[in-house]
């Protein structure tokens, strides 16, 4: 297994201050407002992508299982785009917990292109082709306090947790941040037949994902007929995908392995991964055990000549942080590590211009 080892403070401050366009933060004074620069936007808007049409297109048809795509580029781009797959709603990329600034306007700002996805059936891509059913969950709250790591149980926060915890609103805003989910097999190989297409028409990108979206992006770079998927970094992944005759030791319900034939397994050894876990993952037998399979895939990935890692954000002295950490009070330290992944891995170039 390749993991992520604890650089000098002194060294990673250098070299992120190395990296063009970004906003210092981290040096900002107490009590002061950080300079960020402009958010030029160049042009934006949303597509639909992949679905079918059921039914007779020439009388009577229904178009469904489409995913959407809202996107912004900036005025200068960069050559690669970040498309943000969410496993709860487009707000956590959008928004900080307080609403401060999120990884969308963070990014932009940076010049990368940026697309927010919503997968068949979920969000502002609901329009699906088979009938369900929505039952709400009294308490699903509640569960959510706890699946998402801020504390053992509601409402006791895990000491030092990068939540607003004496904001009642950004909580009210939590609690609302989640569209239904569909947590099976067969969903995620709807979502990533999609999620594929949405890749080849994108051009080249880096997926960022959280939660159960890396397991569907996993599998949208094993489905791509392009090659235009250059990197994956997955906040907090629970699903991985094996190469058939592999035999994973353990196994997590909806979660269980994927297993593709090793041509298309070596996909994913074509671009960096990285795998990204906050604090507290030993409180919790979902994440310990989660983190189990995910070393496994990463030493399976490596095995075939792949660059799998996984980062431990504590280890880099990133500290409190929940199943959602790209929303934490302290992203802006989590985006840095972000940046040492593109810039380490010639992910950050600027678009070249004509005349240039």
């Not at 958010?39 to 808007?45: A, C, F, K, L, P």
């Not at 876990?277 to 919790?284: A, K, L, N, R, Y």
Request: charged share 20%; proline share 7%.
């Amino acid at each position: 297994m390749k993991s992520i080892e604890v650089r000098s403070l002194a060294s990673q401050t250098a070299m992120l201050l190395a990296l063009a366009s970004m906003p210092v933060t981290a040096s900002a004074q107490a009590g002061k407002p950080a300079e960020r620069p402009p958010m030029v936007i160049d042009r934006q808007g949303s597509m639909e992508v992949g679905g079918k049409v059921i039914g007779d297109p020439a009388s009577r048809s229904l178009s469904c299982d489409h995913g959407y795509l809202e996107y912004q580029i900036p005025h200068r781009p960069r050559a690669v785009s970040l498309l943000m797959w969410h496993s709860s709603s487009a707000h956590v990329w959008q928004n900080r917990w307080d609403g401060g600034e999120g990884y969308q306007s963070m990014f932009l700002r940076r010049g990368y292109p940026v697309y927010l996805w919503d997968g068949p059936r979920v969000g502002r891509a609901n329009w699906g082709c088979e009938s369900y059913t929505y039952n709400p969950t009294i308490g699903q709250d509640q569960a959510n306090f706890v699946n998402w790591r801020m504390g053992l149980r509601y409402p006791d926060w895990y000491p030092g947790v990068q939540f607003p915890t004496g904001d009642a609103e950004a909580w009210n805003q939590a609690t609302r941040a989640r569209y239904d989910e569909f947590d099976t097999r067969d969903n995620v190989q709807l979502q990533s037949d999609a999620g594929a297409q949405a890749v080849d028409r994108i051009g080249p990108v880096v997926i960022l994902t959280n939660s159960a979206g890396g397991f569907r992006a996993l599998m949208s770079a094993v489905k791509a007929t392009s090659d235009n998927v250059k990197g994956i970094v997955a906040y907090e992944n629970p699903g991985y995908v094996f190469p058939e005759g592999s035999n994973p030791e353990f196994h997590h319900g909806a979660f269980d392995p994927i297993f593709v034939p090793l041509d298309q397994f070596k996909k994913l050894t074509r671009f960096p991964i990285q795998l990204v876990w906050g604090d507290h993952t030993d409180t919790d037998p979902i994440p310990a055990l989660t983190l189990k399979v995910c070393e496994q895939f990463v030493a399976e990935v490596n095995k075939y000549g792949g660059h799998a890692e996984i980062l431990r954000l504590p280890s880099v002295g990133i500290r409190g942080n929940t199943h959602i950490p790209f929303a934490d009070m302290n992203n802006d330290a989590v985006a840095g590590q972000l940046d040492l992944f593109l810039a380490r891995n010639h992910l950050d170039r600027f678009a070249e211009r004509h005349g240039e």
